[in-house]
Structure formats: C-alpha cells, structure tokens
T-cell receptor
C-alpha cells in the first residue's frame, strides 16, 4: 500500500491567492483528518471526516478555509484567500476506524505564503 | 481548553542509553497515544493506550497509561541512532457521551550526543 498520499509536497504562493491541498487516504479507511503543524502551535486538528461526512470542523481557523471529501478516496483543503500566517505544514491522515484517532499520516504539504 | 505538558522538550542520547519522557494534563483522558516524527515526514503512531494502568510495549518502546488518567510515560530502552526524532504524546477524552478530539503535546526532541 502506498500510504496516505498528499499533493503538492511544497507550495509557495503569494498572499491573496487560492491554495488547494489534496489528499488520497489509504484505501478502505473510514476516517480522514486534516492537521496543521507550526512551531508555535504544534499539531492542530482542522477537520475530520467519518465516511466522507465532516464530523468536527471546529478547528478550521475561519471562513477562508474549507474542506471537502467528495468520495472515499479523495479530499481537498482549500484556503481562499491565503495569508502569510497560513504558512505551515498541512498533514492529511486516515484511519480504518470510525472516530477521532488518526493512525496513518501522510508526508505533509509545506505551504509558504509570501 | 485542554492542554498537554510534555517533558523534557529536548534531550540528547548516547547510543545504548535508556530514555524516558512523559506527558501530563490537568484533565482526564480516555486514550493516550505516542507518535514519532522524523524530519520531513508525518507522525507515525507508535503505541496506543486505552485503559488506566495499562502498560504496552512495541519492541524497545514501552508506554504506560497513568493510574490517574492524567499522565502517560514513554520509555525507550537501549537507544540506537535511528531513535532520533520528535516524539509526541496525544490524549483523547470522552465527554457528554461524545468522543473528543485528539490533543497533541508539543513534542520531545531526541538528538544524538555530539
């Protein structure tokens, strides 16, 4: 199995631009998570889905952030418009179980907003 | 909100030494987990603990779920160079019949003694 796949691995963009991060969870997994990691705040949950349904999006910073999971094998995290403070590493994770525990993390997308 | 205090923040190891780190909280948790993160990669789940007092091993790693349910410990025996990385504890609690989200500690960075 290829594990959780994220793209792109690196993204550099200018303030105000739209950014879309993509994730393919491990096949057959029922839960998908989006996390953000910064030096200051550590690992923070943004949103997670069970069976493609968003369960908790209370960690999504503000209306500029949106996440979708149109099917069991694909999810996107969109930031529009992006700001320099959004610079971070964004991780997608999946789990075969229903619930709030991420078991397998992807390699992350390092986002830099200039 | 809930916070986890992880210590030490960093430590240096010499090959062959035993290593200990811990995580404490002012809140009770139902689940404790330990992850390891290597540079440029996502966290990898090492050990999951589900019951107060539980002691679980994964090779040279041993973790314990504290009796008070407010702490957890991770020990690494006979450390080897590939043990370097950042170790994160994470806790999850249930409340009001619902499963709370996973909260991560800030990490313990393990480095090799020069």
């Amino acid at each position: 199995d290829a594990g959780v796949i994220q793209s792109p691995r690196h993204e550099v963009t200018e303030m105000g631009q739209e950014v879309t991060l993509r994730c393919k969870p491990i096949s057959g997994h029922n839960s998908l998570f989006w996390y953000r990691q910064t030096m200051m705040r550590g690992l923070e949950l943004l949103i997670y889905f069970n069976n493609n349904v968003p369960i908790d999006d209370s960690g999504m910073p503000e209306d500029r952030f949106s996440a979708k999971m149109p099917n069991a094998s694909f999810s996107t995290l969109k930031i529009q418009p992006s700001e320099p403070r959004d610079s971070a590493v964004y991780f997608c994770a999946s789990s075969p179980l229903i619930g709030p525990i991420p078991q397998f993390f992807g390699p992350g997308t390092r986002l830099t907003v200039l | 909100g809930q916070q986890l205090n992880q210590s030490p923040q960093s430590m240096f190891i010499q090959e062959g030494e035993d290593v200990s780190m811990n995580c404490t909280s002012s809140s009770i948790f139902n689940t404790w987990l330990w992850y390891k993160q290597d540079p440029g990669e996502g966290p990898v789940l090492l050990i999951a603990l589900y019951k107060a007092g539980e002691l679980t091993s994964n090779g040279r790693l041993t973790a314990q779920f504290g009796i008070t349910r407010k702490d957890s410990f991770l020990n690494i025996s006979a450390s080897i160079p590939s043990d370097v990385g950042i170790y994160f504890c994470a806790g999850q609690s249930n409340y009001g019949g619902s499963q709370g989200n996973l909260i991560f500690g800030k990490g313990t960075k393990l480095s090799v003694k020069p």
